[in-house]
């Protein structure tokens, strides 16, 4: 397997890139409440500057290959990932959305599949993985781990991986209560989750409840185990550090985090204050183990 220094020269011709505890329901059953049905506007374009700037970062080397796409929801990465013209696979985890995909693009692949088990992929065979929409915190912490490890044997020696993922601390960690609803049902809602702590549930880790820790880690990772007001699905938030460390853990080489806002390249771990999500570009490197 070759070392990071035998992708150094890679890295440098693709060039700068452009500015421009786990709660109850979580993982890929929790997805369909957020995917959206395939011409959707929500399901149209690209989410933000930092995810298009991390896919124009990579085109010119992975044009033409074979393309994972993790989590398609409504499909609104598959018209965007089609358009490199190689082979492409997409994933969903429930089967409505794997059909409802297969109605709006015929001629691609699509399949069910949870992330942290890709068994029935090839290892060794993707030019690029991609899991965007911070699908990857909508599985429980700990799982993590599991999800990384499948990308890195489906890829390729020197293989792309993009994933985004939420930021802790960012403004949605920093968030107060402000959804658009009449004030009388944001009281009634605000006082039911108050009397659900004062009678024992968990206390909360953040600025509002609904945030508890992942665990005794010592990494600040915080899990939302809903909105405000009580109506998100579990999300993680993750220090831009130890998402660094979870991926170079797993083999792979962070070459760079886009920042949601700009598509700016953040360096290091400053992460800016007003991000609230990264668009991580990383690249398999090493085996995880002896078969990877």
């Not at 065979?125 to 781990?145: C, E, K, N, Q, Y």
Request: with cysteine; aromatic share 4%.
């Amino acid at each position: 397997m070759p070392g990071p220094a035998a992708f150094a020269g890679a890295a440098s011709a693709r060039g700068r890139l452009s500015s421009t505890a786990e709660p109850a329901r979580s993982g890929p059953s929790a997805w369909p409440r957020a995917a959206a049905a395939p011409g959707d506007p929500r399901q149209q374009g690209w989410s933000d500057p930092g995810e298009r700037a991390a896919v124009a970062s990579v085109t010119p080397e992975v044009a033409g290959q074979p393309i994972l796409d993790i989590g398609i929801g409504g499909g609104r990465t598959t018209a965007l990932l089609r358009r490199l013209g190689g082979e492409y696979v997409g994933l969903a985890a429930t089967a409505p959305a794997v059909e409802a995909c297969r109605s709006a693009h015929p001629d691609l692949r699509f399949e069910q599949m949870d992330p942290r088990d890709l068994q029935r992929l090839p290892a060794g065979h993707f030019a690029l993985a991609v899991f965007a929409s911070r699908g990857i915190d909508a599985l429980p912490a700990a799982d993590r781990a599991h999800v990384l490890a499948e990308v890195h044997r489906v890829l390729r020696p020197g293989g792309l991986f993009i994933v985004s993922a939420h930021h802790r601390p960012g403004p949605g960690t920093r968030a107060r209560p402000g959804l658009p609803l009449p004030a009388r049902t944001q009281a009634l809602l605000l006082g039911r989750r108050l009397a659900q702590q004062l009678r024992g549930l968990p206390r909360s880790a953040g600025p509002y409840p609904g945030w508890q820790r992942a665990g005794d880690r010592g990494d600040d990772t915080l899990v939302r185990s809903g909105s405000p007001m009580g109506a998100a699905a579990p999300m993680v938030h993750m220090p831009l550090a130890e998402q660094r460390r979870q991926l170079a853990d797993a083999g792979f080489i962070v070459e760079a985090v886009l920042d949601n806002v700009r598509g700016a390249e953040v360096a290091g771990n400053a992460a800016p204050d007003d991000a609230a999500w990264f668009h991580y570009v990383a690249r398999k490197v090493a085996p995880v183990s002896a078969g990877g």
